[in-house]
């Protein structure tokens, strides 16, 4: 079908996680608008959050709660945004539920894309700051 999520969650295709759970994972934007934004998905496939159940929902916001909790003490962020985007008007480009957990008051990486030694690295320190959390 097609889905670059499912792929990457399938291990098809490379990404750098920082949780993998039964039904949520997280992984690193491979495009991030700043250092260590993140990217919360379900592991089964849903187009937006209209289609996927509440508790899939609530599991996707719990774990970007940690994230906020992590993003503060790995990277110092002071502020972190969560953002859905539901439907191409609304910016949404992979059609595979995900919420953006995006810190700021970080170094700005401008979409460029994620050198994949940087992304290692970011991510271990996420997913340290994780497990304290
Ligand atoms: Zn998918």
């Known amino acids: 079908m097609g889905c670059v999520f499912c792929e990457i969650i399938q291990g098809r295709r490379e990404a750098h996680f920082v949780y993998r759970g039964e039904r949520v994972v997280a992984f690193l934007d491979k495009y991030p608008l700043y250092v260590g934004h993140t990217l919360v ?28 909790v992590a993003l503060r003490k790995s990277l110092g962020a002071p502020g972190v945004r969560l953002v859905v985007n539901n439907g191409a008007a609304a910016g949404q480009v992979i059609f595979h539920v995900h919420m953006h957990v995006i810190p700021y008051g970080v170094e700005k990486a401008w979409r460029r894309p994620l050198d994949p030694e940087e992304g290692e690295r970011i991510a271990r320190r996420i997913r340290d700051a994780l497990q304290g959390a």
């Open 41 to 68: 998905v379900p592991v089964e496939h849903y187009r937006d959050v209209t289609d996927t159940p509440d508790d899939v929902l609530a599991e996707m916001f719990a774990l970007a709660k940690k994230l906020v």
